[in-house]
């Protein structure tokens, strides 16, 4: 036995195999399905919240052993699965031998320069046209030359004999088109994978004032940033007569060493970005807490306005006046049913409103509602109270993303759009023009071929030879 026919066998049956298109089309497949289910599963998240999607679909009792075999197979985290990346690197070497495999031949195509054929090679190409321009074979070559480069060509005249042929081509190097696309296709795998392995995605909720050194993923587990982040300020804008929200922003500092490094306003499609992790507003929230502060604008009458801060209970003079004023109730949500009763309608803080009690040399004098969004609840016996905010119970919903992965990612996409149009718009395609002369005329046989785009060349040809006839 020939061991090594055999093993030279066996090299060549698995170096068709990943050079095979089918392959391709199979891992393409499953990589395809199997992340529909990924898209569909929550990723890292809590077992509760698969459980309750999988119960619309499949019901209560199967539910749970539908989650635990996903689970188990790793469609719960399957992006970062050893079996996931597995069809990665299959379809990439499956790419990288069908390129390995196709691209000599191709190579040895662009960088052979086209060369003149003979009669019989000519006469072989079925796409061919014949005409009879006046003048002898020397003008009429220079004429062709001309027409050649009007339509993107450059002839080059070769003489042999009694016979002169022209030998033009563009768009060699197009044919290098799809494997530019192989390459922006294992960019973009590569950038896929760095982003899984060496990036994340979580969440942070930050309450105003406070700070934090760490995200959290959607199971909980810590991700630390490498620096504290802190909430300043969080306010939301709503539309007027309506609790639903316009626009909502956070003013957040990133604070690093003790010292603050940068600081930015974000909101809805405008993020902060700092050492490549991403924060977006994604959503905002209110939790009660008696250290939070009262934020007033309050102009008596005749004075001049000034700014108030004081904590629930806390007295605070207006200055000018012999007036004391002091927070005794407040409502994130305040509301009117129809007896004219006042309620709190949400937990959230919809229609913030202050119930403040207002003294004068020590003796209650007056309470009001002051609501932050009605203007005309501002107005009292001592001029103008306006409520400002609420700091201190509102916290931002930061989602947190870091992905080194993204650049590869875009420079996949940039090449690949550049490999596509080069695949798919231009084309290799050559001219052969032989010339003969006959009776003070010169009879040309063309000859052409391209390997795409044949409708558009065929028009390209009837112009040059439409420019030919037009000088004759």
């Known amino acids: 036995m020939d061991t090594n026919k055999e093993k030279t066998g066996i090299v060549d049956r698995v170096w068709r195999y990943f050079s095979s298109v089918s392959l391709a089309v199979v891992i393409f497949s499953i990589i395809s399905l199997t992340s529909i289910v990924g898209t569909i599963i929550e990723q890292q998240a809590e077992p509760a919240r698969n459980i309750k999607l999988l119960t619309k679909f499949f019901g209560e009792s199967l539910a749970p052993t539908l989650f635990k075999v996903l689970d188990a197979m790793g469609f719960t985290d399957m992006f970062g699965s050893w079996w996931f990346m597995g069809l990665l690197f299959l379809f990439a070497s499956n790419l990288v031998v069908c390129s390995i495999d196709r691209l000599p031949k191709i190579w040895k195509v662009v960088k052979t320069p086209i060369t003149p054929l003979s009669d019989d090679q000519i006469n072989a190409i079925t796409s061919k046209q014949e005409l009879v321009l006046k003048g002898n074979v020397e003008k009429t070559a220079q004429k062709v030359n001309d027409s050649l480069t009007k339509i993107g060509f450059r002839g080059d005249i070769r003489k042999e004999g009694i016979i002169t042929q022209i030998c033009a081509e563009k768009g060699r190097y197009s044919r290098l088109g799809v494997y530019v696309t192989h390459l922006s296709i294992l960019l973009i795998l590569l950038g896929a994978v760095v982003g899984m392995k060496f990036g994340f995605n979580g969440n942070l909720n930050l309450m105003e004032g406070t700070s934090s050194h760490v995200a959290f993923r959607s199971n909980g587990q810590e991700v630390p940033l490498g620096f504290e982040l802190r909430c300043d300020d969080f306010d939301v804008d709503f539309y007027p007569d309506s609790d639903r929200p316009k626009g909502y922003k956070s003013w957040l500092t990133v604070v690093e060493n003790g010292k603050e490094i940068m600081k930015k306003e974000i909101e809805v499609n405008s993020p902060l970005t700092y050492k490549g992790i991403t924060f977006y507003q994604a959503s905002f929230g209110f939790e009660p807490n008696r250290d939070a502060i009262f934020k007033f604008t309050v102009t008596p009458s005749g004075g001049k306005a000034q700014d108030i801060s004081a904590k629930f209970g806390e007295p605070f003079a207006v200055q ?115 010339l003969r002369e006959e009776k003070n005329s010169t009879r040309l046989t063309i000859a052409s071929s391209i390997n795409k785009n044949r409708i558009a060349f065929s028009r390209t040809l009837d112009r040059f030879v439409k420019e030919l006839l037009d000088k004759a």
């Open 320 to 434: 000018g006046t012999n007036f004391t004023g002091m927070v005794v109730d407040f409502s994130p949500a305040l509301g009117v049913d129809e007896s004219g009763k006042l309620f709190t309608y949400a937990e959230s803080m919809n229609n913030p409103a202050a119930f403040v009690e207002f003294s004068e040399a020590g003796k209650p004098k007056f309470k009001q509602w002051i609501l932050k969004r009605y203007p005309e609840t501002w107005k009292s016996q001592i001029g103008t109270v306006e409520f400002k905010e609420l700091w201190g119970v509102q916290y931002t919903g930061l989602q947190v993303r870091k992905d080194p992965g993204v650049w590869i990612v875009y420079l996949g996409c940039i090449i690949m759009a550049l490999g596509l149009f080069t695949a798919f718009f231009m084309s290799h395609a050559r001219i052969w023009i032989r």
